[in-house]
């Protein structure tokens, strides 16, 4: 891991970390995945099945997992488990409650009316990773803004291990989120099910949910066709920390991104040049025992950055040309550098919010933008399982009253059909 201690070779060093996904193989990737996807086109439920054979090692048939099981591992799993997921599901919906986008209407001086309507989309399906994994609270975070949302259907893929069984666990959280149908298939064949539909599986309006490189893109290939959350990349963090902050936190915290993944990157930018040392110290220290001490190994090597900063200001600039997905900020003034952030997934201000708080139950939904994506766009929620449609009406005399601006307009763009559409309704 690097410690750094110029800002012109700082920004480089972020910039080589952003784009981290951009490889050379993404080709390949593409004409594997477009592959898979023109196959479940046609062949729907058989291509589904084949490939979940190749590529995840057991015959998903049957696909949909049935009702009686889901139901089953809420009642089977821990009393203590299962209270924390009802006290993160609570939160949760209660954030993404005060989300929901409110339909309006204008009226307008001689009787014309303006509206803008919003509804659910009517099915949504989310993708759930799996295998070796478990991530229930994704399940939470997709599900949750979707049932607020009022969609009807939604339906859960996610691929079970090599027994083709998905987690316990995994399905607690559907059954508490109310997911209608659960499917134990991933990959890029998941995605294309979902987009295209089969016979088991209908076709969805949305899918959200993160995964692998093939599943992103897959979404990246069916997006027009089908609506999707975001493109998501490997997860990162960048925190900002002077001299107060203590440095086996900031590992602690550095490393709770690290272990998601190899590509994972874990930043720190400090003003403090001991307390750069210390981190790195730390950091090397927690890894030498962590059950997942080769991800972490990977990604602090490859991904990991300190960068020791001249004052608070180069921070908040390093951070904003960073455009972090997760940015914790533990200074002793957090509030005066939250004030110049402006670009950052989610912020978590001091040292008693470590970033997990945001993944499991704060509220706030931990399905964020990432390689530098959030300096345009935020997190999922409501409206990404709503649409919205503008309703207009106008009467005889609102149409006369602005039938002359809107002539005009035409004209000037040579639309002379779209004047005369308004010119006609006033010849005798």
């Not at 203590?80 to 609570?90: M, P, Q």
């Not at 599943?215 to 490997?234: H, M, N, Q, R």
């Not at 490393?255 to 110290?281: F, G, R």
Request: proline share 4%.
């Amino acid at each position: 891991m690097k410690i750094i201690n110029n800002k012109k070779e700082a920004i480089e060093e972020l910039k080589r970390i952003s784009t981290r996904t951009n490889s050379e193989n993404n080709n390949e990737i593409n004409k594997i995945v477009e592959q898979i996807l023109q196959e479940v086109k046609i062949s729907g439920d058989i291509a589904v099945e084949k490939y979940t054979k190749k590529f995840d090692g057991f015959d998903p048939d049957p696909m949909q997992v049935n009702a009686d099981q889901i139901k089953n591992a809420w009642d089977e799993i821990d009393n203590t488990l299962k209270r924390s997921l009802e006290v993160a599901h609570k939160r949760i919906q209660r954030f993404h409650e005060k989300e929901i986008p409110q339909s309006f209407t204008i009226k307008g001086e001689y009787g014309d009316t303006v509206e803008r309507k919003w509804r659910p989309v009517k099915n949504a399906g989310i993708y759930i990773p799996g295998g070796r994994a478990a991530y229930p609270s994704t399940v939470l975070m997709n599900a949750i803004p979707a049932k607020v949302a009022g969609v009807e259907e939604i339906i859960m893929v996610s691929p079970g291990n090599k027994e083709g069984e998905i987690n316990k666990t995994v399905l607690a959280a559907a059954h508490l989120s109310g997911i209608n149908k659960v499917f134990r298939i991933g990959g890029a064949q998941a995605i294309g099910a979902l987009a295209f539909g089969t016979n088991q599986i209908n076709k969805v309006d949305v899918i959200s949910g993160p995964g692998n490189i093939y599943v992103t893109t897959a979404k990246k290939i069916i997006y027009g066709s089908t609506g999707i959350d975001s493109l998501a990349g490997p997860s990162e963090i960048l925190i900002i920390a002077d001299e107060t902050a203590q440095s086996t936190h900031i590992a602690s915290d550095l490393l709770a991104q690290a272990e998601h993944d190899p590509l994972a990157s874990a930043i720190l930018l400090t003003t403090s040049k001991n307390q750069a040392k210390e981190v790195l110290k730390e950091l090397y220290k927690k890894i030498d025992d962590h059950p997942r001490k080769e991800i972490c190994m990977q990604s602090i090597k490859n991904w990991g950055l300190i960068v020791i900063c001249e004052n608070y200001e180069s921070c908040i600039e390093l951070s904003n040309n960073f455009a972090p997905e997760h940015l914790e900020i533990i200074t002793i003034h957090s509030k005066k550098i939250l004030a110049g952030i402006e670009n950052a997934g989610a912020i978590f201000l001091g040292k008693w919010t470590p970033e997990a708080v945001g993944d499991y139950l704060a509220g706030p939904n931990h399905t964020l933008p990432t390689s530098g994506n959030s300096r345009f766009s935020g997190s999922l929620g409501v409206e990404t399982f709503m649409k919205n449609t503008s309703i207009i009406e106008f009467n005889e005399e609102s149409l006369k009253v602005n039938s002359l601006d809107i002539i005009n307009l035409a004209k000037s763009e040579g639309l002379h059909s779209h004047a005369n559409s308004v010119q006609i309704r006033f010849e005798d």
